[in-house]
């Protein structure tokens, strides 16, 4: 499947369409048009008002696949350090 993105010059309209592709195929097709708004502390309040659990959705949803992963016995890797001893 091959998927075709397509954004618009940022300005008060931002307008995103992404179309997927399968066999020379549109199978699926979608739009978005966002509008600008200033960034401001009423804002992200009102944005916390009209989605109040989206955060905690996210966050109950990283951990649910963690412990799916951890059940499994999936091997954890850990980063190394940035800066190593000499």
């Known amino acids: 499947m091959d998927y075709a993105f397509a954004l618009s010059e940022p300005g008060e309209l931002l307008t995103v369409h992404m179309n ?4 020379g ?3 699926f097709d979608a739009t978005l048009e966002l509008q600008r708004e200033p960034w401001s502390a009423k804002s992200l309040h009102r944005a916390l008002l009209r989605h109040p659990w989206m955060t905690a959705k996210v966050v109950a949803a990283i951990h649910w696949e963690a412990l799916q992963l951890l059940m499994k016995r999936m091997p954890v890797f850990t980063h190394p350090s940035k800066t190593r001893a000499k």
Do not use: A, H, L, V
């Open 20 to 23: 997927t592709i399968e066999g």
């Open 25 to 27: 195929k549109s199978i």
